[in-house]
């Protein structure tokens, strides 16, 4: 019977039992769900179920293929290290609100059509900003905000694009979608804002970092995901997605090297992760698509990891600033292993989870000839290593030392993060089973001589010129900082502008309202001049002036009456 | 920068205890030993055939010359972003 369930759903049922239970059964119910969910995609066989017919259109609620099974998987799998990393947190609005956020992607993942993608998106975006709230701080609750009223655009575009495109086809069926159309214009951009394109980028750099030190765990893996699975859907060999991709890999890391808070950091390479996913999908080919997905996969756990890392030390020492840490090794030694983990399966180090996905995307740019985007791409693979390979690890745990000396991560944050790190090798070292459930037949070899060797040499020269430029001092230092990047426009000029537009609008008011006032002055000073106590029609008439009056009336009347005739 | 703990009460003061890292000399020792395993690296170049599809890519050591120079570049093109990037920490809260 639950294999005729909607996967996702199983999440968002179940979430309405989490505020009646307390404690460990609370976190155990929670672990439960996604547990049995991947169980439940385990025995799903291919194919669809759950069609219904609205308002003329075919929809189906859930569609099993290796596409949306693999990132069910992920998502599944994310979720209970998530629930694991948060065993500690009593805040029943918090654990809730995950689950949801979580049933509603995975839900949006198996949607058939593009109704039914609509209605989780929409229920994804609404319970991802509840989690920012639930980090209950007033910055949590400005950046929740701004991040909805982009979520909410990306909705107003999905619905309109998909009406427009159901008018031009005829049906809703979530396949390939393409630009050739107004509405796949439109849906492409609904994706994009969820995917951090560039320029629609900044939600994520803005709210992500807001959350609670759990609730961006489960934020960082959701999402975006999903965005790249429906790009992979209904976009896979769009060209333009190619460039799109190549800039968001390569602008992102600048941001990263400057920024301060290291959580807004891990935000900023994980828009640049993106980028790779994106290009892969632009790219189109089955070796690219299989890329990008897999990619999505390996970059969900270490991510996680990362923000995992960085979220301990948040947790024990109250601030993920590079400015106030240093020297963290010393007491929490395992957060600061499983960070170097996570630091090195980003980077794509040979045995770590990266290597064995993102060599794929970058092999099937250059099978295709794309020679810039190839450069931009290894690049950005170098600058990931610097800013999150390095930087992250390096300024928390090592550099100067704070002084800090905090106690080691509580039990379960190390347990999730161990877990993790554990996948991330697993992943690098054995990639086969992840290959085997990629949408398409793997005949690709990643470890051969070449790029091992030459992904060594990529990513330890950089290493080197990040000693380099450490020794010399030319590396610029943490400072306590913002640093402005898009949103700038919508947080301040477009402040400044709204502000200046409403005075002129008073301004014009006021004057438009001082001439209609000084016109009615006039009117009223000229009524008051006639009927007024001491004017011409108010005083009393003598009577022979009005006898006279009234005879002259009369000879009036007379005269036009004879005249009538 | 502020040093010093924080209020947090997981907090506590192992004082005298020194690590290897605290000694400078162990931090250069780190340092020459990445120039010599860099070295190695570039020097490994003579010694395979590679598989590659662009003609730069059969540079010598180009991977390694490439994420050097473009890590470097990188962060010399931040630092000058901050010049007129960079506001203080609250500069969206005032």
């Known amino acids: 019977m639950i294999a005729e369930f909607p996967p996702g759903l199983l999440l968002i049922v179940g979430a309405v039992l989490v505020p009646f239970l307390k404690g460990n059964v609370r976190s155990l119910y929670s672990l439960a769900l996604p547990l049995l969910g991947i169980w439940q995609i385990a025995v799903l066989d291919p194919g669809t179920f759950g069609t219904l017919s609205v308002f003329g259109f075919e929809q189906t609620i859930v569609r099993v293929d290796k596409l949306s099974r693999i990132f069910g998987y992920i998502f599944y799998i994310s979720a209970a290290l998530g629930v694991v990393f948060a065993w500690h947190r009593d805040d029943w609005v918090e654990q809730t609100t995950a689950l949801v956020y979580v049933g509603a992607a995975i839900g949006a993942t198996f949607a058939g059509d593009l109704i039914t993608l609509f209605i989780f998106w929409e229920l994804t975006a609404i319970a991802s900003v509840c989690l920012i709230w639930a980090g209950r701080t007033e910055r949590a609750y400005r950046a929740g905000f701004r991040c909805l009223i982009m979520y909410m655009l990306s909705g107003i575009l999905l619905l309109t694009g998909v009406a427009m495109h159901a008018v031009e086809t005829g049906s809703v069926a979530f396949n390939n979608i393409g630009l050739d159309s107004p509405g796949g214009l439109l849906i492409l951009l609904a994706f994009g804002i969820k995917c951090a394109f560039p320029l629609l980028h900044n939600w994520l750099q803005d709210a992500y970092p807001e959350a609670s030190v759990t609730g961006t765990v489960f934020l960082s893996a959701f999402t975006t995901k999903l965005a790249v699975y429906a790009l992979a859907r209904g976009y896979a060999g769009t060209e333009e997605l190619i460039w799109i991709g190549v800039v968001m890999t390569a602008f992102p890391i600048f941001y990263a090297v400057i920024e301060n808070d290291l959580r807004r950091v891990l935000a900023y390479s994980l828009n640049n992760q993106l980028g790779f996913m994106v290009a892969g999908i632009g790219i189109g080919t089955t070796l690219a698509i299989n890329g990008a997905v897999s990619h999505a996969f390996a970059h969900i756990l270490y991510k996680a990891l990362l923000f995992m890392s960085m979220g301990a030390v948040l947790y024990r020492t109250g601030t993920a600033k590079g400015s106030e840490l240093g020297g963290l090794y010393k007491t929490m030694p395992w957060t600061t292993g499983f960070c170097i983990v996570g630091a090195a399966s980003i980077s794509a180090f040979p045995l770590f989870s990266g290597f064995v996905t993102k060599s794929m995307i970058l092999t099937a740019a250059a099978d295709e000839g794309y020679v810039i985007p190839f450069l931009v791409l290894l690049f950005a693979s170098a600058g990931v290593f610097h800013h999150s390979g390095i930087k992250i690890p390096f300024f928390a745990f090592f550099a100067h030392d704070s002084g800090k000396r905090p106690d080691e991560a509580p039990f379960n944050m190390l347990l999730a993060m161990g877990i993790t790190a554990f996948l991330c090798i697993a992943i690098g070292v054995y990639p086969q089973p992840l290959y085997a459930l990629l949408p398409f037949p793997v005949d690709y070899q990643p470890y051969t001589t070449t790029h091992v060797v030459t992904m060594l040499q990529l990513l330890i020269f950089s290493g080197l010129a990040f000693a380099t430029l450490q020794r010399t001092g030319l590396y610029p230092p943490e400072l306590r900082s913002t640093v402005l990047d898009f949103d700038f426009f919508y947080r301040k000029a477009g402040k400044a502008v709204a502000r200046s537009i409403v005075e002129a609008l008073s301004r014009g008011r006021a004057q438009v309202e001082g001439k209609a006032r000084r016109g009615l002055d006039v009117w009223i000073e000229r009524v008051f001049h006639l009927h007024g106590p001491q004017s011409v029609l108010a005083r009393t008439w003598q009577t022979g002036s009005t006898v006279l009056c009234v005879t002259i009336l009369f000879a009036v009347v007379l005269l036009v009456s004879y005249l009538g005739d | ?94």
């Open chain 2, 1 to 94: 920068m502020t040093k010093g703990p924080s209020n947090h009460p997981g907090q506590q003061n192992i004082g005298g205890k020194k690590y290897w890292l605290d000694d400078m000399r162990n931090v250069h020792k780190i340092f020459w030993a990445l120039v010599v395993v860099c070295a190695l690296l570039f020097l490994a170049d003579a010694f395979y055939h590679k598989h590659v599809h662009f003609g730069f890519e059969n540079w010598f050591g180009f991977f390694g010359l490439f994420g050097f120079i473009g890590s470097f570049l990188l962060v010399l093109v931040a630092r000058e972003m901050r010049k007129f990037l960079m506001r203080d920490e609250d500069y969206y809260d005032r």
